[in-house]
Structure formats: structure tokens, C-alpha cells
């Protein structure tokens, strides 16, 4: 079954700064994308996500980006703000059978 | 809509008891999934049911484990009995079908076995 590996497991940057969080697949079949933000005693909630026709997606400060031939998806923040703070979790999904990496805690430092 | 309701919002129960969690899909979803969630393993995704059939039961970590979709407006998870290794969290989540849409999660709900 498909495989998900995301990078780093930790992140603290500066309010202001910008953070990278990378996710590989093992599935080449694999066609969507999503990445979820989870607050602390709530459930994971959508905040992008990219099918597999497309290369790059952009909502304001969030950004993600999609490499097929390397199986590998990134999520980008610009100018993070403390609100920021959460677990970060992508996630690659085969017609509904969606798998969720490890997760990245995000800090962001006022 | 309200979204998907799970309950209750937390559990604790000893051990060799049985545990139910109740969830509610959004109306109109098709698809619906139970995720566990734990400190060491993440999110795992335990089985999801399409138009109200079990299609992918491979996570379900073991036959004391069983989840039931009677409904398009319902669905269970039972533990049967509880071990104190099957304290997480648990979250129900549902999408529409076919194909490549954004799940939504419950609340979840936290398990906690003695």
C-alpha cells in the first residue's frame, strides 16, 4: 500500500520567516494531495491541496508544490504568524484510500 | 451542516470492557473513514466504507476491533475487548465520491483504557 514519509518532524522558525515541509509517496498511482493543519484537541482540517495534473497551487501565504516523477509534494508558508502554530500533515490519496504522513509541529516564534 | 459529529468526546473505560464510538458523516458524503491517531504511530487509517460498504478493513489492527455503517447517516467503531494499548484518539472522516476530494474530520474522540 502507499507509503508516506514527511520531513522534519520538528520546525520552529521566526514570525515572519518562511517553512518548508517536504512529503514523499510510494504509490506512483497516487493523484491527490492534500495537506492538513491539526490544533491542539481538534481535528485535521484542509488547508491546500493538489491533484496530481498539476505541478504548483497557491492560497495567499500557503503554497504547495508537486513533483511526479520524484514522488515527492512540499508545503510552503510565507510570512508565518503564531497562528501558524499547529501539526502540519500531508497526505496521498488513491480514489478515497487517503494515507497521512508522520506529521510536523510547527512553531512559530513571536 | 454541523459538520461530522463523533461521540462521545472522550472514554475512559477499564480494561476488557466494550468500547463504541459513534460518528455522524456530513449529509449527502458517500465515503467515510476511522482514523486512529497516537503519539507513536500518527494517523492510521483503520477502514472506509463507500455508500455504506466496508471497502479497505486492512487497518483495523485486530479482530477485537469491528466498525459497522447501517446507514448513510451512521457509523460505529467497537472495541471488543479494550486493551490499554487502544488508548488514541480516534476521528471519524467523510468525503463525497467518486474520486479526489478533501475529507472532513470530527472532533474525535479521545480513548482512554485502564
Known amino acids: 500500500g502507499e507509503n508516506v514519509e514527511q520531513h522534519p518532524s520538528t520546525l520552529s522558525v521566526q514570525e515572519g520567516d518562511s517553512a518548508v515541509i517536504k512529503c514523499t509517496y510510494s504509490?506512483?498511482?497516487?493523484?491527490?494531495f492534500p495537506w492538513y493543519k491539526q490544533e491542539l484537541g481538534k481535528g485535521p482540517q484542509l488547508i491546500i491541496d493538489?491533484?496530481?495534473?498539476?505541478g504548483e497551487k497557491k492560497d495567499q501565504r500557503i503554497a504547495v508544490t508537486l513533483n511526479k516523477t520524484a514522488k515527492h509534494f512540499s508545503l510552503h508558508i510565507t510570512e508565518t504568524q503564531p497562528e501558524d502554530s499547529a501539526v502540519y500533515f500531508c497526505?496521498?490519496?488513491?480514489?478515497?484510500?487517503?494515507?497521512f504522513g508522520a506529521g510536523t509541529r510547527l512553531t512559530v516564534k513571536p | 451542516d454541523a459538520g461530522v459529529i463523533q461521540s462521545p468526546r472522550h472514554e475512559v473505560t477499564e480494561m476488557g470492557q466494550e468500547v463504541t464510538l459513534r460518528c455522524k458523516p456530513i449529509s449527502g458524503h458517500n465515503s467515510l473513514f476511522w482514523y486512529r491517531q497516537t503519539m507513536m504511530r500518527g494517523l492510521e487509517l483503520l477502514i472506509y466504507f463507500n455508500n455504506n460498504v466496508p471497502i479497505d478493513d486492512s487497518g483495523m489492527p485486530e479482530d477485537r476491533f469491528s466498525a459497522k455503517m447501517p446507514n448513510a447517516s451512521f457509523s460505529t467503531l467497537k472495541i471488543q475487548p479494550s486493551e490499554p494499548r487502544d488508548s488514541a484518539v480516534y476521528f471519524c472522516?467523510?468525503?463525497?465520491?467518486?474520486?479526489?476530494?478533501?475529507?472532513?474530520f470530527g472532533q474525535g474522540t479521545r480513548l482512554t483504557v485502564v
Open positions: 493538489i491533484r496530481s495534473n498539476v
Open positions: 497526505a496521498a490519496s488513491i480514489n478515497n484510500d487517503m494515507r
Open positions: 472522516a467523510s468525503s463525497t465520491t467518486p474520486g479526489i476530494t478533501e475529507a472532513f
Open positions: 504509490d506512483s498511482a497516487s493523484n491527490y
